[in-house]
């Protein structure tokens, strides 16, 4: 089965529209629906051109701890020849919606719908959207935690229809996680995958453990329970959990229910600031 991604457009509501919706913020949990992402909530970055952006996550108390994410969006011809400016910021992207040229010393790199990208700190990459549509795509950001004795990450370039997702144990295919990179790989310090339930899928007990999430839903729609609050969410909706927030789901159908997953991995508990370099 082909993927399709939900990518937000902006837009403004009328007037008439009621102002109750379903956006949460709360101490272990946020949701962020769809329908808050509007024209007037858009961002623009320093040296990128013909780009707006969303912010769905940044490290701030009491909110998220490890990491940034954003939605871009890149009218053609846009994009950055000086798109990072933290030397110890690792990123990820992910294409939802269109294409673009990603330059990593020197070579090109043509990222579509589906194009995974994992790029290491200092990697001195550039973007451009060469194509004559708009493109969307996540930009996870997280500051690297370098440890001695082991490398940086290569730079990973990938594309979801070309990976096999795989299984979770006993769930005769009802759930299954899409990996760009090998798990037991501990150069990396984070993980962004993509999970996948089929109609009826669950996650059959309340996960809670210290990894951070970002949950971005790119199909289908499912109740998750955060925190033990049930709660609705679809194609388009955005979930930030805190570390040891307790959190399953059941998807429903009539479809699969997918999203993008983001959690911090491979590391000791920091016991005191963490200090780059």
Not at 112 to 117: F, H, P, R, S
Not at 187 to 210: K, N, S
Not at 234 to 256: I, T
Request: glycine content about 8%.
């Amino acid at each position: 089965m082909s993927a399709t991604y939900f990518a937000p457009t902006g837009g403004h509501p009328p007037q008439t529209q009621l102002l109750t919706d379903r956006a949460i913020f709360k101490d272990a949990y946020a949701v962020i629906p769809k329908g808050t992402m509007r024209d007037i909530v858009t961002s623009f970055l320093p040296f990128w051109d013909h780009t707006r952006l969303w912010v769905l996550a940044r490290p701030l108390t009491g909110f998220a701890e490890t990491f940034s994410q954003y939605i871009m969006e890149v009218q053609p011809g846009g994009g950055s020849d000086k798109p990072e400016l933290d030397d110890h910021a690792e990123g990820v992207l992910f294409v939802v919606e269109g294409s673009f040229t990603l330059t990593i010393n020197g070579k090109d790199h043509e990222l579509a719908t589906g194009g995974y990208a994992y790029l290491p700190p200092s990697s001195g990459w550039t973007l451009r959207n060469t194509s004559q549509a708009v493109t969307r795509f996540h930009w996870i950001r997280k500051s690297y935690e370098s440890v001695d004795g082991i490398d940086i990450p290569d730079v990973v370039i990938a594309n979801e229809n070309d990976i096999d997702p795989t299984v979770m144990p006993d769930t005769n295919g009802a759930w299954a996680t899409t990996r760009f990179v090998d798990p037991a790989d501990l150069r990396h310090d984070m993980h962004v995958t993509i999970v996948t339930f089929q109609p009826g899928g669950v996650i059959p007990f309340l996960e809670t453990h210290v990894m951070e999430h970002g949950l971005y839903v790119l199909e289908g729609k499912a109740v998750y329970n955060l925190n033990n609050d049930w709660v609705e969410v679809e194609a388009g909706d955005y979930m930030w959990l805190r570390a040891f927030c307790p959190q399953a789901c059941y998807a429903g159908g009539p479809g699969r229910f997918r999203y993008l997953l983001y959690k911090d991995v491979n590391r000791h508990m920091n016991l005191r600031p963490l200090s780059k370099g």
